[in-house]
């Protein structure tokens, strides 16, 4: 079947470093997306890995090993407006071009 | 500000009931794509169009269906309504039909079936 697994929690300290891993299993993969979303919010777009490595966009990386179907999200300096639930999204072309959304992984931050 | 606008902000109806929700993208996308967010499924995919035609199809239900019109904005109608259509609706937008994975989200329509 096709599924995205994620940790539901996470908890960190302000200015510390945090990971959240993806683990994906689909029959075909076109890339990795990651996206944010505020209580109350829209999603909105982070970073997107098609080959394997280390994406960087300022504070926030993405890291991809296809080999593993594997890949996650550091965030660096956290801060505390870095509450928020993060998604992994895929989008199968081997199942009509589906997009399947990991549940989301909720990121607490202590002061 | 995404610059994808989505109508109404809520909607409160019935069971049994049938609503349209709308959605204009983002200036110069052409893929709309329509989301259900519900606290225990999290964010499922509908269905994706891209310039007028039906691009992608997720776990949409019979009683859901969407179009895209030639000025691109999208409607989903969503009917025989029942207390578990309850949710978020997100639209998004991106430029592309394929490969484009930044999609902009809308600010959502809150559906309240009673």
């Known amino acids: 079947g096709q599924s995205l697994e994620q940790p539901s929690e996470v908890t960190a300290v302000e200015g510390a470093i945090v990971q959240i891993n993806c683990t994906y299993q689909t029959s075909g993969f076109y890339g990795l997306s990651w996206y944010q979303q505020h209580d109350g919010g829209a999603p909105t777009f982070l970073s997107y890995n098609a080959l394997d490595g280390l994406e960087e966009t300022g504070r926030f990386s993405s890291f991809l090993s296809r080999s593993d179907s594997y890949g996650y999200l550091l965030l660096q300096e956290l801060q505390m407006k870095d509450s928020a639930s993060y998604f992994c999204a895929v989008r199968d072309p081997n199942r009509d071009d589906k997009i399947i959304f990991g549940k989301g992984t909720r990121l607490h931050i202590l002061p | 500000d995404s610059g994808v606008t989505q109508t109404p902000k809520h909607l409160i109806t019935a069971t049994g009931q049938r609503v349209t929700l709308r959605c204009s993208p983002r200036?110069?996308?052409?893929?709309v794509y329509w989301y259900q967010q519900s606290l225990d499924q999290g964010l499922q995919f509908l269905i994706q169009y891209y310039n007028g035609e039906e691009r992608a199809k997720g776990n949409i239900l019979e009683r859901f269906s969407a179009q895209q019109f030639p000025d691109l904005h999208s409607e989903l109608n969503l009917s025989s309504l029942e207390l578990g259509d309850s949710a978020l609706y997100f639209c998004a937008s991106s430029a592309l039909g394929t490969g484009s994975y930044e999609q902009y989200f809308g600010p959502g329509t809150r559906l309240t079936v009673t």
């Open positions: 200036s110069g996308d052409l893929s």
